[in-house]
């Protein structure tokens, strides 16, 4: 009975003891996924700050060797530390939005607005699924409208006015039904504005100053890239 007995034992301490380090295991993969996923945005990030000219040091706090960007200024995360904001407005930076932007996933709202970014809006700010503003207006922007906005099905405030944006206004644009606010005006625009959709709603002021931008389409009637030649 002894014998039996003593051998339980050492079988339950072997069982709690592989238990323990199962659970350790399981902990320390669960951090590593975390920090992993947090470093990835925090590389994103630091890359925008790389391609940016900051002579106010607004970007200083941006640490790369940190776990998450949650504590640089200028930035807000969720209850998971996941980026939802990016608050850069009127910060005097110029130089140009890098791809990586795209990595943001969480990303809700993307102010920029009121600096000297040159260069062109990377195709990859498509990707941002969880985006409800898109603020850049008031930049240097070249370049053409990305159709790949369109895939911003939470976008409701689009405002890409003073800039130097070139090309049609994407007809994909009309599928985001979420679209409240749309500015492009005093720009390059060319072709004729949107009527379906949320454009339905949008004063025609947020197109002016658009010296190759025609009036509304007319569906069936004209081609939307009149002009654009």
Known sequence: M???AAAAAQWLSVCITFSVSLIIIIIGSSSLVAVVSGN??????YALRRSLSDPDNVL????????????????TCNQDNRVTRLDLGNSNLSGRLVPELGKLEHLQ????YKNNIQ???PV??????????LDLYNNNI?????PSLAKLKS??????????????IPRELVGISSLKVVDVSSNDLCGTIPTSGPFEHIPLNNFENNPRLEGPELLGLASYDTNCS
């Open 119 to 121: 260069g062109t809006i």
């Open 142 to 146: 070249s370049g053409k409208i990305p």
């Open 40 to 45: 990835s945005e925090g590389d994103a990030l």
């Open 124 to 133: 990859e700010l498509g990707n941002l699924k969880s985006l409800i503003s």
């Open 2 to 4: 002894a014998a039996a």
């Open 155 to 168: 976008l409701v405030f689009l405002r890409l006015n003073d800039n130097r944006l070139t090309g049609q």
């Open 60 to 75: 200083q706090s941006w640490d790369p060797t940190l776990v998450n960007p949650c504590t640089w200024f200028h930035i």
């Open 109 to 112: 709202y993307l102010e920029l």
